[in-house]
């Protein structure tokens, strides 16, 4: 299933892209195929199993409130990285998460375009094209390449904690280097597979990033689902002193924590 959508994508990508539509602000894009693509799989896996539920992000309607129940409930981001679609920068990730009793189970990241397709399963490991990916062993910030990324909300608290934070840990800190992929998705499976060091982002929906944690979880790395912020590193002693040199950013959140079990 993720493969037709895949190709729903690639097919799209290939074509100058029309119908962008804004949604929030006019940082905040859709198209025709993210639409379609949360219908596709939506469709799809509602025929499989009739009494699950879902949460979609195309699916969710302007300010509503998500909720996560015990129920098993797949979280589908149809597109991430909407933006690098419409501008043709082939870094995007269809993800799907599942999440039973509120813990993630299973999570899909798939990249149509560079046909990666990054998947895991609780307690079975993370993989990339079925070889097994782990975060890296970096433990120190002047060793690391860090990605910090700004998403579409821009208000002044938002704005002066990127701008702190990239001079503090790139800048002050000397990290090796500072990257922003364009999808919490990708920035996420890049921790996972050990070519970024850590990432960090604030504002993220569960969609976003549900089907990624699973797969930065089962290469070592817990976090709260419903937090709205992601701040995820190859090492605790890393992740430790990014914290410290982050202007952080107070964000409510979308439900309770995640309880580990
Ligand atoms: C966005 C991407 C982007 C991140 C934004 C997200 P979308 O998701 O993950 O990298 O900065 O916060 O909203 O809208 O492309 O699915
Ligand atoms: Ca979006
Ligand atoms: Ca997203
Ligand atoms: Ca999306």
Not at 123 to 150: D, L, R, Y
Request: proline share 4%; net charge negative; glycine share 8%.
């Amino acid at each position: 299933m993720v493969d037709r959508a895949g190709t729903l994508v690639r097919d799209a990508f290939e074509q100058p892209t029309s119908n962008v539509e804004t949604k929030s602000s006019n940082t905040d894009l859709v198209t025709e195929t993210d639409k379609a693509v949360e219908e596709l799989l939506i469709r799809g896996l509602s025929k499989e199993f009739p009494d699950h539920k879902f949460i979609g992000e195309e699916s969710v309607s302007g300010g509503q409130k998500v909720e996560l129940t015990d129920a098993p409930t797949w979280i589908i981001d149809p597109i991430d990285g909407t933006t690098n679609f419409v501008h043709r920068i082939p870094l995007i990730g269809i993800c799907v998460g599942l999440a039973i009793k509120k813990q993630l189970r299973a999570g899909i990241v798939y990249n149509p375009i560079t046909r990666e397709l990054f998947s895991a399963q609780k307690g079975k490991g993370a993989f990339k094209n079925g070889f097994p990916i782990h975060v890296s062993k970096t433990e120190a910030c002047s060793n690391a390449v860090v990605v910090t990324q700004i998403g579409s909300i821009r208000t002044p608290e938002m704005m002066n904690s990127f701008v702190q934070s990239f001079n503090s840990v790139i800048g002050d800190k000397q990290a090796h280097a500072h990257r922003a992929f364009g999808s919490a998705a990708i920035n996420m499976v890049y921790v996972a597979q050990g070519s970024i060091d850590a990432y960090v982002e604030y504002g993220l929906h569960c969609w976003d990033i549900a089907a990624a944690a699973m797969i930065l979880k089962e290469a070592g790395k817990p976090f709260n689902l419903m937090g709205r912020t992601v701040l995820c590193a190859g090492t605790p002693s890393l992740a430790k002193e990014l914290s410290s040199a982050l202007t952080h950013v107070e964000m409510e959140t979308e439900g309770d924590a995640i309880q580990e079990d």
